[in-house]
């Protein structure tokens, strides 16, 4: 969920706005049916609306839909929009959208549920001629020297003031990757054009990033970089590649488990794969640098994931045992009384009164209660 602060700078981010604004412009007609899947504050929503669509379904299950609410009241579109406090896949509509617009990215494409939720409304919600924006995604890829980013992954444990050896932390930190920002004299690699995303066909929400290619100059190799190429509308896009003017999104900085001196001639062989796991993505990165000289030498072959980037106690490998008999805490034990109660149909004050009195050192009081619930009702009711 995103705070309104960065829905803000969102709008502010005037080289995407620009972007979609005109792809909008180039495809909402007066009297289309438009479905702005991630609403956000609405603002997609609104520019359609204001390029004469008959009717927007603005579909975002953050609470800045009430926001965008009262935004679209107050532009005089409340008639014209029907928000749905929902995600997308589970939306059904009266009518098929000629006019699909999203930006569900992060730094990426392979973020969140992005891939999946565009999978869905392209099968779904998209009239058989409807366009969607955007129409398709290019990653490209390079190997960069980057030594401030890699710093913030390891100099806390490497350099502290107690004396301590705290590098035990150093194998989990250096399996995560970040936001970062990469300017075109950091890269030691000619960048590359390794995936394209087609929203039009894709099928599905896996994806794989491979490249090899020769060093260009001596360095210090800190890791990988990620980046993506827009393309809205045939006519319409934008780059957040280093040097381009900068974006929202950033560039993605995978970090190799050490730096690597390389020099020109040598070669690199990189493959990232990313899948969609439990609604998330875990990444793996497998990345191999060879000396040419006159043998070939293997300098580096590091094999990385996010899987590997939370550790995991002997307690928590136990209580995933195919063997273990698990047993309510106390957290549960009140999870199951509320949803218990939910499915005899009672009212969420009842319910409360029901926690009470039933864990009254829990809930002291019935407002403490009923906030409790109240969370668990916008998550698990209808």
Not at 158 to 171: F, R, S, V
């Amino acid at each position: 969920m995103y705070s309104l602060l960065s829905y803000g700078k969102m709008m502010r981010d005037r080289g995407r706005m620009a972007a979609y604004g005109e792809a909008l412009r180039q495809t909402v007609k007066p009297g289309s049916i438009v479905v702005d899947i991630g609403t956000g504050t609405g603002i997609f929503a609104l520019l359609a609306c204001q390029l004469g669509a008959k009717q927007v379904y603005a579909i975002e299950p953050d609470r800045a839909i009430a926001v965008a609410k009262e935004i679209a009241q107050a532009n005089g579109y409340d008639d014209r929009v029907c928000f749905i406090q929902e995600n997308s896949t589970q939306v059904e509509l009266p009518h098929r959208a000629d006019v699909i617009v999203s930006d569900l990215r992060g730094v990426l494409p392979f973020f969140g549920a992005h891939l999946p939720s565009i999978i869905d409304a392209r099968e779904r919600l998209l009239a058989p001629e409807g366009v969607l924006i955007p129409l398709r995604d290019r990653v490209w890829a390079t190997i960069v020297e980057a030594p401030q980013l890699y710093e913030q992954y390891t100099s806390p444990w490497d350099d502290n003031p107690y004396g301590l050896q705290l590098q035990g932390a150093k194998p989990f930190v250096t399996n995560t990757w970040r936001k970062g920002k990469i300017t075109p004299e950091q890269c030691l690699l000619a960048p590359q054009p390794c995936l394209t995303l087609d929203y039009t066909c894709i099928e599905d929400a896996n994806g794989t990033v491979e490249f090899a290619g020769t060093i260009s100059r001596s360095g210090i190799a800190h890791g990988i970089c990620l980046w993506f190429d827009a393309t809205l509308t045939e006519k319409i896009g934008f780059s957040n590649a280093p040097g381009q003017p900068e974006l929202i999104y950033g560039q993605a900085f995978f970090p190799w488990k050490t730096p690597i001196t390389v020099e020109p001639r040598d070669r690199v062989s990189i493959k990232l794969q990313a899948n969609w796991v439990h609604q998330d993505y875990i990444w793996r990165w497998h990345s191999q640098v060879f000396h040419q000289g006159q043998s070939t030498q293997l300098k580096a072959n590091f094999e990385q994931s996010t899987f590997w980037s939370q550790p995991l106690s002997s307690m928590q490998l136990h209580k995933q045992a195919n063997a273990f008999v698990p047993s309510l805490n106390p957290d549960g034990k009140i999870l199951q009384a509320i949803l218990q109660l939910m499915n005899e149909q009672k009212s969420l004050g009842e319910i409360a009164r029901h926690l009470t009195a039933q864990f009254p050192e829990t809930f002291p009081t019935w407002q403490l209660a009923l906030r409790r619930v109240g969370e668990l009702s916008q998550q698990y009711s209808l």
